[in-house]
C-alpha cells in the first residue's frame, strides 16, 4: 500500500534551519508530482510546496517562498524540504503526499516543527 514515513522535525529557535525527509513506498514514485503541506494548531492543512516529476519545477506558498527548498531524490524514493530562517508561524505538522494524495486521503505521521525561542 501507499505509504509515507515524514522525519526531522524538531525544536528550533527562530531565524533557524531543519531539513524533512519523507521516504515513499508503495507506488512508482517518479511518475508522480511530490507535495509538502502543513498543518497548524487550530488550522486546515495547507499545501506549502510541490515538485515535478523530475525535479525540474518547484512551486511554494509565497509565505515560505525564499526560505523553504523542496527536491527530490528519484532512486531513493524520498523528497525533502530544506527551511531556513524559520519563523514561529512555521510551526505545524509537517506531512508529504504524492499530486492527488490529498483528495486519496494518504497522509504519513507527520513530522512536528517547533519554532520557538
Known amino acids: 500500500q501507499v505509504q509515507f514515513v515524514e522525519s526531522g522535525g524538531g525544536l528550533v529557535q527562530p531565524g533557524g534551519s531543519l531539513r524533512l525527509s519523507c521516504a515513499a513506498s508503495?507506488?512508482?514514485?517518479?511518475?508522480?508530482?511530490m507535495n509538502w503541506y502543513r498543518q497548524a494548531p487550530g488550522k486546515e492543512r495547507e499545501l506549502v510546496a510541490t515538485?515535478?516529476?523530475?525535479?525540474?519545477?518547484?512551486n511554494y506558498v509565497s509565505s515560505v517562498r525564499g526560505r523553504f527548498t523542496i527536491s527530490r531524490d528519484n532512486a531513493k524514493n524520498t523528497v525533502y524540504l530544506q527551511m531556513n530562517s524559520l519563523k514561529p508561524e512555521d510551526t505545524a505538522v509537517y506531512y508529504c503526499?504524492?499530486?492527488?494524495?490529498?483528495?486519496?486521503?494518504?497522509w504519513g505521521q507527520g513530522t512536528q516543527v517547533t519554532v520557538s525561542s
Open positions: 515538485i515535478s516529476r523530475g525535479g525540474g519545477t518547484a
Open positions: 503526499t504524492r499530486a492527488s494524495g490529498a483528495v486519496r486521503n494518504e
Open positions: 508503495g507506488f512508482t514514485f517518479n511518475t508522480f508530482p
